[in-house]
């Protein structure tokens, strides 16, 4: 079956920017999605189709795919940015949705 | 306004059945582009995908948990169904259902979630 990998955990300082990889096989040629989960809450998307932005998400978020990686980049880092961080992708050969294990973006 | 909610039990005995009701709202469980997907999160653990249903009442779902997941759809009512038997301890967790798109299957509208602990 598909597996995403991420980073366990990622820690920047205020102001810095944070980048939380997104790693499977061929994942290049994928459409990748990002959420975000605050401690109690249910996720929230703040990528989808690798780098469109709703409209409620700061532009401060964007995303890449260049393979071997996806990448979830948030710049000028905020205090409220903590939270933990999940990749998901469709796989269409088995037709499930994957989620990848989550980092967890640590505000020094 | 598009909203999901899920009901259920919040404690559920081994062995036994548990039932999950997403009730949604704002969009139609008719739509050509859209369907419900359930989603699970063990406590401190990653989220974890479990069964979707999409247009035309096309349904997945994940491959070891396959003989214990049924997915349904009653549109008149506006809500998702989702059974898993033979519970478990190990399948305590938060339960979340999500409006999912048929394009590459991403959630933009999530319930709340439901902790389903599974003791005796």
């Known amino acids: 079956s598909y597996v995403l990998t991420q980073p366990p955990s990622v820690s920047v300082a205020p102001g810095q920017t944070a980048r939380i990889t997104c790693g499977g096989d061929?994942?290049?040629?994928?459409?990748v999605h990002w959420y975000q989960q605050k401690p109690g809450q249910a996720p929230v998307v703040v990528i989808y189709?690798?780098?469109d932005r709703p409209s409620a998400i700061p532009d401060r978020f964007s995303g890449s795919n260049s393979g071997p990686s996806a990448t979830l980049t948030i710049s000028g880092v905020e205090a409220g940015d903590e939270a933990d961080y999940y990749c998901?992708?469709?796989?269409?050969?088995?037709?499930?949705?994957?989620f990848g294990g989550g980092t967890k973006l640590t505000v020094l | 306004q598009v909203t999901l909610k899920e009901s259920g039990p919040v404690l559920v005995k081994p062995t036994e059945t548990l039932t999950l009701t997403c009730t949604v709202s704002?969009?139609?469980?008719?739509?050509?582009?859209?369907?419900v997907s359930w989603i699970r999160q063990p406590p401190g653990k990653a989220l974890e995908w479990l069964a979707h249903?999409?247009?035309?009442?096309?349904?997945s779902y994940r491959t070891s948990l396959r003989t214990r997941l049924t997915i349904s759809k009653d549109t008149s009512r506006s809500q998702v169904v989702l059974t898993m038997t033979n519970m478990d301890p190990l399948d305590t967790a938060t339960y979340f259902c999500?409006?999912?798109?048929?394009?590459?299957?991403?959630?933009?509208?999530w319930g709340q979630g439901i902790l389903v602990t599974v003791s005796s």
């Open positions: 999500a409006r999912v798109y048929k394009r590459q299957l991403w959630s933009d509208y």
């Open positions: 704002g969009f139609s469980l008719m739509s050509d582009r859209m369907g």
């Open positions: 249903v999409l247009p035309d009442d096309k349904k």
């Open positions: 061929n994942i290049g040629i994928k459409s």
């Open positions: 189709y690798t780098g």
């Open positions: 998901q992708v469709w796989d269409s050969t088995s037709d499930h949705v994957i």
